[in-house]
């Protein structure tokens, strides 16, 4: 709670320092969801098209959701 970009950058999230990061601590009677942020061109995906994208590290809040590479060139 003290660092928070510190520990994103620990897991290798690097944002951007115009990006707000707010720390909200869980208790036994309220819980907070994480909604990990739609990537760009993934307007045409269908629900599961856009579940499959999504990892364990973006929905605990320590990485973005990205969409695959594909085709890269050497």
């Known amino acids: 709670m ?3 970009r510190g520990v994103l950058l ?3 999230l690097d ?3 115009d990006v707000a990061i707010r720390v909200w601590d869980s ?3 309220v819980r907070y969801l994480v909604l990990p942020e739609r990537p760009e061109g993934t307007d045409g995906m269908s629900e ?3 579940a499959a994208l999504v990892t ?3 929905m605990v809040g320590v990485a ?3 969409l695959p ?3 890269a060139r050497a």
């Open 56 to 58: 364990r590290d973006a």
């Open 64 to 66: 973005k959701v990205t």
């Open 2 to 4: 003290i660092d928070p």
């Open 27 to 29: 208790t036994s009677e």
């Open 15 to 17: 944002l951007p320092h």
């Open 10 to 12: 620990e897991f290798g």
């Open 48 to 50: 599961d098209q856009l």
């Open 69 to 71: 590479q594909t085709g």
